[in-house]
């Protein structure tokens, strides 16, 4: 039995960025399809409501674009700075609320692919959230927003696992569901990574809560936002000449939402 170290798994950005780092190529490139087909304008700038470690945002600045992102984590935030700075570019993070914060800007798009908008824990969370990506959209702007979803139609899946290693830095990832509260709308989930350097060997554990939605109670949350609607949905496979209809067993969805 390893070490075992509880803690916030965002506070270790070194970990994190490992295991999800290394996947950022799928999601970006499907961006940058989305951007050409959604888009009727050029694209230039980009926001990222909590940004994590910025594994997307410096590819993005890296091929040109002007980033920005917030995140609540400043641990997150310092890491992802010193990403940008260590490849001779700005500094794209700050620390803030992605339930309440204020672009100076408009941006043409805006994108939050992993589950984060489920860290937000309360209907009134989500609405705020949803108004301000909305208010900082340029007209026909979108939001790419990929999310689980609860099914109504099979049982949901119960865990993931991911695994990377990085020179002598090995991380192994396990996320398991620890059961639904339907009627609190909370899903209580459980995390950890299991860390190889070669000095030590723990396991950082973690509990997380997101909130839960049915296809039915997103779609009455965006109505909440009238200037964003639905544009076209996809899965986390990515594909943007293969959209998907969602149904009562869909559980990952990319939702483009559109600024009218
Ligand atoms: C699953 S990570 C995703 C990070 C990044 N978007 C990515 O794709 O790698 C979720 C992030 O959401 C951040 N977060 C949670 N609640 C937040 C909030 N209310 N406002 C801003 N960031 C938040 C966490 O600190 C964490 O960095």
Redesign the pocket.
Known sequence: MPETVEGNL?DFPKYYDLI?GSDWKAEYDFLLACFAKHIDRSVHRLF??????G??LVKLAQAGFAVSG????PN?VKFCNARFQRHGLESAAVI????NFRLRRKVDAAF?????FR??GSEAAAVGHLECVARSLVKGGIYVLGLHLIPTDCNPTEDEAWSARRGNLQVNSYMWSKGIDKKARIEHLGMYFDVFTPTRQFRLVDHMEYRTYTKRQFQNLIRKVPELQIEETYDFTYRIDTPIVVDGSTEDVVFILKKS
């Open positions: 965002y999800f990222e409501p909590a940004c994590g470690t594994r997307l917030n995140d609540l984590n997150a803030g609320d992605m339930s939050n692919t992993i589950n984060s860290h937000l």
